[in-house]
């Protein structure tokens, strides 16, 4: 048996003596149900435990069961948590996290400048500091000064300062393209680009000029997923960081690297010197299965505490566990995808605004979400979600969409469109006299759970049994293809993570820059120039009167018809732990989660996985 740091039990016999408390169910020693250990809890449950006649008392702690207590009380780690991943790419990488997308957003060893909370009841976006105490920006978005913590250290004791924040972009800068001057490729490099220069006046402030004007500064840092902050002493010699083996992965975060199995597992401890509060758990164990239901086993079975995939639990999946003893369920709203029948603006017939207006009201929402399950909200914006965008959605821009075959006739007539008969089925014939046929490829992230065949079979039901339209096709095809397929047909889908559809700044998905097109093919000059003054207006104020102005273009334009949105459902062991729902429900990352779950089980610090 192995007992994470029980000497402190002395100490807390000699300090508290006070009256004794019942002990109550969740953290033991916890009476008063807050989750966290009083002076004169920790006092009731060390006498009765002293008092007690055999090792356990009537109502009282065990030994195991009072160390918890203790380290709840003193906030030191305690015990394992074990994580089930699925896919290698979860895991420690065998190369390095610098090339893993700047820093994932499951990283618990690295941390950036801030991180991106929920937003909270509509209302506005708001960030937490990791590396950044605070920060601030000119009138004119052109200068932003982060002033950062003073206490960090890299994991191997080397101080952190603002030097490692002014290397890291110039890092990324300097190799941000395989035809790069070292040859190699760092996914998030394009963060940065904007990034004329960096100040830094002391150790502890770095301030940013920038070549242009850059309201959204900290969203792109703490997005999509997160950019890292990463050690200079380490990283300013190594000249190809896609190939650099990293044996030690050095970060700041409140976890450092101890060892891993390749594609099994990876161990981690809680950094005892981390410059935040210290996390409630000892060690993170994450390991690898080979697919859900085997991580749904391994819960059940108490194997593992906490199972969470790129876009969660599947519905189905996160059904079967409600009721299981021991196992809770996090239900996020919209925080998992985000899925659309997305149209190529240039290609007949989506070219004819008329005809992507009309089937803008031909998407029975409420039967695609009866059919995908649990969790599915249907989606009544021009693109933003309101659980995510908050006070950024343009009230006057919902609804457009509503479900109304009469109405998506009239729209086709009026667009030069006939709706007949032929053997008594419907046809719809175009403005150029031929029958209306589409192909509808099938792939991406809205095949997950199968989303995209439910669009398809709620659109055949419309479309081609009441509109004439005929799918001609929808052949499922390889990833590697879809962006060329999808340029030369006018109907598919998108399933985007819902982060992608939080921010008025992601509105630029549809704009026509001068670096080409967009992934639908859409070139609306008001809309483009909308998103050039947005782009460049730093007043949030003016900023969210440009964001209601290009939901208007979008909910008259449609090159796009938003769906659904997809809650995200974790699972976990809420017998072993506690705090799971506060800490999913608002954001911030991994590093926010499993640095403020506590232990409840004495079992946790009793395993080795």
């Not at 005809?355 to 039967?367: D, G, I, Q, W």
């Not at 950024?392 to 709706?419: S, T, V």
Request: aromatic share 10%.
């Amino acid at each position: 048996m192995t007992t994470y740091r029980s000497g402190v039990l002395l100490l807390c016999v000699l300090l508290f003596l006070s009256g004794v408390l019942p002990a109550t169910a969740g953290i033991p020693g916890d009476t008063n149900g807050d989750t966290v250990i009083s002076e004169q809890e920790l006092a009731a449950a060390t006498l009765d435990y002293l008092n007690a006649t055999d090792l356990k008392g009537p109502g009282g702690l065990d030994r195991e069961e009072l160390s918890l207590a203790a380290h709840n009380y003193r906030r030191q780690p305690y015990g394992q948590l074990i994580v089930a991943v699925s896919g290698n790419d979860y895991l420690i990488p065998d190369t390095s996290y610098i090339d893993q997308k700047g820093v994932p957003a499951d990283s618990l060893i690295y941390e950036g400048p801030v991180t991106k909370l929920r937003p909270q009841d509509g209302g506005p976006k708001e960030y937490l500091g990791w590396l950044a105490e605070r920060w601030e920006c000119s009138p004119d978005a052109k200068t932003w000064t982060f002033y950062l913590v003073r206490n960090a250290t890299w994991q191997d004791g080397v101080p952190f300062t603002s030097a490692d924040v002014k290397f890291t972009c110039e890092y990324f800068k300097e190799h941000a393209n395989a035809d790069g001057p070292m040859g190699s490729y760092l996914v998030n490099s394009g963060v940065w680009n904007n990034v004329e220069s960096v100040e830094c006046p002391d150790e502890y402030t770095a301030i940013f000029h920038m070549k242009s004007c850059e309201p959204c500064f900290t969203a792109d840092l703490a997005t999509g997923p997160g950019i890292g902050i990463f050690p200079e002493h380490i990283w300013k010699d190594i000249d190809l960081p896609a190939t650099y083996e990293d044996t030690a992965y050095i970060g700041t975060g409140p976890f450092k690297y101890e060892s891993k199995i390749s594609g099994t597992l990876s161990k981690l401890s809680a950094y005892d010197d981390y410059h935040g509060e210290q996390p409630y758990v000892d060690e993170i164990i994450l390991k690898n299965y080979e697919d859900e239901d085997a991580e749904i086993l391994a819960l059940k079975k108490g194997d593992v505490d906490f199972i969470s995939g790129e876009f969660g639990l599947s519905p189905k999946k996160a059904e079967s566990l409600m009721n299981t003893p021991g196992v809770g369920i996090c239900q996020i709203p919209s925080g998992g995808q985000a899925f659309e029948v997305a149209f190529s603006s240039d290609v007949y017939p989506a070219n004819i605004t008329g005809f992507r207006r009309a089937l803008s009201h031909a998407v029975n929402r409420e039967r695609v979400c009866w059919l995908v399950g649990a969790g599915a909200r249907p989606t009544n914006t021009s693109f933003l979600i309101p659980a995510l965008a908050g006070d950024q959605i343009n009230p006057d821009a919902n609804n457009r969409f509503d479900y109304d075959l009469d109405e998506a006739k009239r729209l086709l007539a009026e667009a030069g469109f006939n709706l007949t008969e032929s053997d008594g089925k419907p046809v719809l014939l175009g403005p150029d006299g031929k029958q209306v046929e589409i192909t509808i490829p099938l792939s991406g992230k809205a095949s997950t759970n199968a989303v995209d065949q439910k669009i398809v079979a709620v659109l055949k039901e419309d479309w081609e049994g009441k509109l004439g339209i005929k799918i001609v096709d929808t052949p499922q095809v390889d990833s590697s293809v879809y962006l060329d397929w999808i340029a030369r047909t006018a109907v598919h889908f998108d399933g985007m993570p819902g982060r992608w559809h939080e921010d008025i700044d992601r509105l630029d998905n549809f704009q026509r820059s001068p670096l080409g097109e967009n992934y639908y093919h859409f070139d609306n000059a008001t809309f483009n120039a909308l998103i050039t003054q947005l782009k460049n207006t730093a007043d949030p104020e003016e900023r969210k009167k440009i964001g209601f102005q290009l939901q208007e273009v979008l909910a008259e334009q449609v090159p796009c018809i938003p769906v659904f949105s997809q809650d995200a459902f974790m699972a976990y062991r809420s017998d072993r732990f506690v705090g799971w729902d506060s800490a999913l429900l608002g954001g911030g990352g991994n590093i926010r989660l499993f640095s403020t779950v506590k232990p409840a089980s004495a079992i946790v610090g009793e395993r080795i996985a």
